[in-house]
């Protein structure tokens, strides 16, 4: 078993109490702000900007650093075309077989239903799978930890990041998703975990008028 080995953490800054609250506060009006669109722009976005929100992504803390993660992003008009031929064929099960009453009455303010054309319109779309192990070069399993917490906040930067940037996301979670990973060329021990839908909204975009709950009602201080 190999020696930790330690580094100085010198890329750690701290803040003046005063600007501590004001960034704390800015971080919040600034992403209170971030809602959830189903009508995308076809306006392409930068690769560059997937890129960067992707290694923002990829520092998020996840259990032994095994980063179990993997994501594809997808702008390929043929592949997002299958994306969505497959994913409406799942919907459609959900909406009409799968789905109980009380689910569907729940998304009936949201105005949700089978159809998903914002999964060919939209510029982006990234696939995020979840790595249960990893394979080194010999085919030997590399086990991985809390694989699900882990690649939930991952995800939860990335959304971050392509707000702070200036985009718009939907996650979309078509179920079952198995289809991702012979469409997107994943292993079988890669699980789907999301499929984010990216880029900017459309210049008529509507959102539901729902309101988040209060501090008081989420949390508790001891």
Not at 20 to 30: G, V
Not at 79 to 89: D, H, L, Q, V
Not at 197 to 216: Q, R, T, W
Request: proline letters at 8%; aromatic letters at 10%; a negative charge.
């Amino acid at each position: 078993m190999q020696d930790p080995s330690f580094v100085p953490h010198s890329d750690y800054e701290e803040y003046p109490v005063a600007e501590m609250k004001e960034r704390a506060s800015e971080f919040y009006q600034n992403i209170k702000r971030r809602r959830t669109v189903r009508d995308f722009s076809e306006r392409p976005v930068p690769k560059e900007i997937i890129e960067n929100c992707l290694l923002a992504a990829g520092t998020a803390p996840n259990g032994a650093n095994k980063q179990p993660w993997h994501f594809v992003a997808v702008s390929d008009p043929e592949i997002k075309k299958k994306i969505r031929i497959e994913a409406e064929k799942e919907e459609h099960e959900f909406y009409n077989r799968r789905a109980p009453d009380d689910w569907l009455e729940d998304l009936q303010p949201f105005g949700t239903d089978e159809k998903k054309p914002f999964l060919e319109k939209a510029p982006y779309l990234i696939g995020i799978f979840a790595q249960n192990y990893n394979l080194d070069e010999d085919g030997n399993k590399e086990k991985h930890y809390y694989v699900k917490e882990s690649v939930g906040i991952a995800t939860g930067i990335l959304i971050t990041a392509l707000h702070e940037s200036g985009l718009a996301t939907l996650t979309h979670t078509p179920s079952p998703m198995g289809f991702l990973n012979e469409i997107m060329g994943r292993p079988s021990h890669e699980k789907p975990f999301l499929l984010l839908v990216v880029g900017y909204p459309a210049e008529d975009v509507k959102v539901p008028e729902i309101e988040k709950k209060s501090l008081d009602e989420i949390t508790t201080f001891i």
